[in-house]
């Protein structure tokens, strides 16, 4: 698999664990500790309970919004470094509601990094401000309701 491919399976497989609920999902897709960026704040996420809390801010964020779409798309990603163990991207993220955009596309880089058969989210900054998105929430946060489907 090339490290595009790569990059947009782990974008794909996040992005519905989050749009689902599935914060456990989502926890177990990165590696720790890793550095979440927006333009307004910065955040090193030391374990997967702070991911967690953050999942579920950004998915509250969206139920908020009313928003019935979330898609992240890969634009670049290439292999760093000897080994093929360390891939670097940009993606572009889409927040719709039916055919409108619930805040403009804004663009972001992430480093995936391969531990064992697995690929993992080692750090992310998104060109958009935390009090737009919610995605820094680090402390205590309302459980999501259920795990969504479809």
């Known amino acids: 698999m090339d490290a595009k491919a790569i990059y947009q399976d782990h974008l794909d497989r996040v992005s519905r664990a989050v749009w689902d609920g599935d914060v456990d999902a989502a926890a ?24 967690k809390s953050a999942a579920r801010a950004f998915r509250a964020m969206m139920d908020g919004h009313g928003a019935t ?12 470094g000897e080994g093929e163990r360390r891939i670097e991207g940009t993606h572009h993220v889409f927040l719709l509601k039916g055919g409108t955009y619930v ?26 401000r935390n009090t737009v998105v919610n995605m820094l ?11 969504r489907t479809g």
């Open 137 to 147: 929430a680090t402390g205590p946060a309302k459980p999501a309701d259920t795990k």
């Open 69 to 80: 779409a979330y898609h992240r798309l890969a634009d670049t990603a290439a292999f760093v």
């Open 28 to 51: 177990a897709a990165m590696h720790y500790p890793h550095e979440m960026r927006t333009l307004d704040d910065v955040r090193i996420v030391t374990g997967p309970e702070q991911l």
């Open 103 to 128: 805040i403009p596309p804004y663009p972001s880089t992430m480093t995936l990094v391969r531990k064992g058969d697995l690929w993992l989210g080692a750090g992310i900054s998104v060109a958009i």
